[in-house]
């Protein structure tokens, strides 16, 4: 019996009987704080941000340490070799948006991913070298460091460095994904990133090729990752597997600081990411449109609710199929969408007893097939700065491509871009030419990193990974705090429900629209199908008293909130 209780009590090693290991942390799933708090996606990366906080370090400071910590322990989206934005309110209440999501190569072309028929080669915007933009995140970082950070940068980039050098323990969850996932390593790497089979529970997982490269980024800024070393590993890489980055490719990147869209619901001011993410305008939609109907007196998930809120949900991503791109190479219409008697219009044809029904363009295909993976984090600060950012690869792994000795994965971000009008893309979005792909353009995002007033003040921060379900997922949340008067934890682990536009089909978790309301909504003419796994929100929410609360998603098991 004792032998027994030492074996399953915490040794790190070999002792005669089974090794005993385990993860040396515990995901807090919600927490109430009087002075700062973070909601981010796994323990190790809060524990970095909180420390930075507490040493005097500002919201950005920690948005910093925290985006370069999730890089390495939490690899299938926290990245360097991805994407980013970030939504941005100081304690006096000025706004800033930062967009430093990818581009697409000088050498992207309009078709690159059709076959001499036209019709999309599968795979190759989601997967292999092909799949790759010019990842924008380190820029990114450097970028909102320079412009509101106040601590030292190499300061902030340490504790990576720390974490990528020692190791930090792999859970349960961590080993299967790594496993599951190591076929694509295989075929799109010639050095194959985790290939140790043997990987356990509990395992330090140490990338000193990853410390090498954040150890450049540490001492030349964005310099140690788009130049030098760094750069000439990236673009060997390409060379390898028949990528189209260059070091030109590298040197050229630029980030875009933004003017955050704002749109006022009741006595809230919601403010949110402008293209080249759709997030902020179709969020902006779709309160205005849902405004003038008494939301709380329908109920939550009741069949009224529900169905007005996928009608909204219908004519908002409808518009981002056709309007939304790269502002900076397309015209986007961002006023004549956020007018309010065009969005009133829009529901002009709006039936509360009949399903709507969406323009089908032979897509339909969209089966989510990649897992939701993209990152978010939300921090306030103690003197009240706000740090909405939401981070991405793209897919788990993004390409699953590891750049061979600097220890990152890269982005699968092209497969944002629309591949050809009407054909759906991973997450089954469709998108016409405001979404083609261009040389140095940004692909189309559906990141909703946002910032919610009331009276002045900061109320709300959230945002989440989800691919396309993003913005609903945002939506939904504030709406259950604002409308459905639920705590912040409920509000965010409330289930959820998705329309799209096309493919026409309500896609929901398990437990929502219950009570027979499916059935209703069924007998309206709507289809609906059931989904596994959605957006997975991070979210603060300030009392009026002052007190800070935060709420991590039990959808993701690493979710994990901190404060003081
Ligand atoms: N890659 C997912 C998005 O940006 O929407």
């Known amino acids: ?311 909204v949900m219908r004519r908002a991503y409808a518009d981002r199929a056709e309007y939304l791109g790269d502002s900076d190479y397309y015209h986007v219409p961002i006023d004549s969408l956020l007018n309010d008697d065009y969005l009133a219009g829009r529901m002009a044809d709006y039936r509360p007893d009949s399903a709507g029904s969406s323009d089908f363009i032979g897509a339909g295909l969209a089966t989510i097939r990649e897992s939701y993976e993209t990152t978010h984090i939300s921090i306030i600060d103690a003197e009240g700065n706000a740090v909405s950012i939401t981070t991405t690869l793209n897919g788990n792994f993004g390409s699953k491509v590891m750049v061979d000795g600097a220890g990152f994965f890269l982005n699968n971000e092209m497969d944002d871009f629309s591949a050809k009008p009407g054909v759906p893309n991973m997450f089954g979005l469709v998108g016409k030419e405001a979404n083609a792909i261009h040389p140095g353009k940004r692909m189309l995002s559906s990141m909703t990193p946002t910032i919610v007033e009331k009276d002045g003040e900061i109320f709300m921060v959230l945002g989440a990974p989800g691919g396309s379900t993003i913005i609903t997922a945002v939506l939904q949340t504030f709406l259950n705090v604002v409308e459905y008067g639920m705590p912040l934890a409920d509000a965010v682990n409330a289930p959820r429900f998705h329309h799209q536009w096309l493919p026409d089909v309500i896609v929901h978790e398990k437990a929502a629209l219950g009570n027979g309301v499916k059935e209703e909504l069924i007998e309206m003419g709507y289809t609906l199908r059931e989904v596994n796994s959605m957006a997975v929100i991070k979210a603060l929410q300030r009392l009026p008293d002052g007190t800070l609360v935060a709420a991590a998603d039990e959808r993701n098991a690493d979710d994990d909130v901190a404060g003081y």
């Open 1 to 311: 019996m004792r032998l027994l209780l030492l074996c399953l009590t915490a040794s790190l090693f070999l002792t005669g009987c089974r090794q005993e290991i385990k993860i040396d942390y515990v995901a807090e799933k919600t927490g109430s704080f009087s002075k700062a708090a973070i909601s981010g996606p796994h323990p190790k990366a809060t524990e970095v941000g909180l420390e930075v906080l507490k040493n005097g370090g500002n919201a950005i400071d920690a948005a910093v340490a925290m985006q370069f910590a999730m890089a390495v322990v939490y690899p299938r989206a926290g990245n360097i070799g991805g994407g980013g934005f970030l939504v941005y309110r100081d304690k006096d209440g000025n706004t800033d948006a930062l967009d430093y999501r990818e581009r697409a190569p000088a050498a992207a072309s309009r078709d690159m991913y059709l076959d001499e028929e036209g019709d999309v080669i599968p795979g190759l915007s989601t997967r292999g070298h092909l799949a790759v933009g010019v990842p924008g995140t380190v820029a990114g970082i450097e970028a909102m460091h320079k412009k509101y950070g106040s601590k030292p940068w190499a300061e902030l980039v340490a504790p990576a460095i720390k974490l990528a050098q020692t190791g930090y323990r792999i859970s349960q969850a961590e080993v299967n994904r790594l496993k599951r996932y190591h076929t694509d390593f295989k075929a799109f790497n010639t050095t194959t990133p985790f290939s140790d089979s043997t990987m356990v529970e509990g395992q330090l997982l140490k990338q000193l090729n990853l410390a090498g490269t954040l150890t450049r980024i540490k001492e030349k800024g964005k310099a140690g990752f788009y130049q030098g070393k760094t750069a000439e590993l990236f673009v060997e890489e390409m060379k390898s597997g028949g990528g189209l980055i260059t070091k030109k490719d590298l040197a050229d990147y630029e980030v875009s600081w933004r003017t955050p869209i704002r749109k006022e619901y009741k006595e809230y001011s919601i403010l949110s990411m402008p293209p080249s993410s759709s997030g902020g305008v179709a969020l902006a939609q779709m309160v205005e449109m849902l405004e003038p109907f008494p939301l709380s007196d329908l109920g939550f998930q009741s069949t009224a609710s529900a169905q007005l809120t996928v009608e």
